[in-house]
């Protein structure tokens, strides 16, 4: 199974979306209750096919911590680079981009 979720209230916590290769962007079993990611601390989108479309993480997850990218097919240090806003302290040790 490549999605995998944590819930807290109704809303997701932690998402694992790992090894999805979706063609056509969309993920098979993201409901309505996957879109609210306002509380969502830990994203896990591994070996995937992501490529950029990044820019709204920051906005629709502010509460990020763990953001692991590795596996994907980012070439561009830019593509990353729209994620500045939530790199702190706490999350710098945590954003994984290995093998991109």
């Known amino acids: 199974m490549c999605l995998d979720a ?8 932690e998402l694992v979306v790992d090894n999805c290769r979706s063609s056509d962007g969309e ?7 996957y879109k609210d990611l306002e509380i969502l601390s830990m994203l896990e989108v591994s070996d995937n096919s992501v490529v950029g479309g990044l820019d709204s993480l920051a906005e629709k997850c502010p509460n990020l911590t763990y953001l692991n ?12 680079q729209v994620l500045v806003s939530l790199v702190t302290m706490e999350t710098r040790q945590h954003v994984t981009t290995a093998t991109c």
Not at 70 to 80: M, P, Q
């Open 6 to 13: 944590v819930f807290n209230g109704g809303k997701v916590v």
């Open 27 to 33: 993920v098979e079993g993201v409901t309505e209750e």
């Open 69 to 80: 990218l590795s596996g994907n097919k980012i070439k561009e240090l830019s593509t990353i």
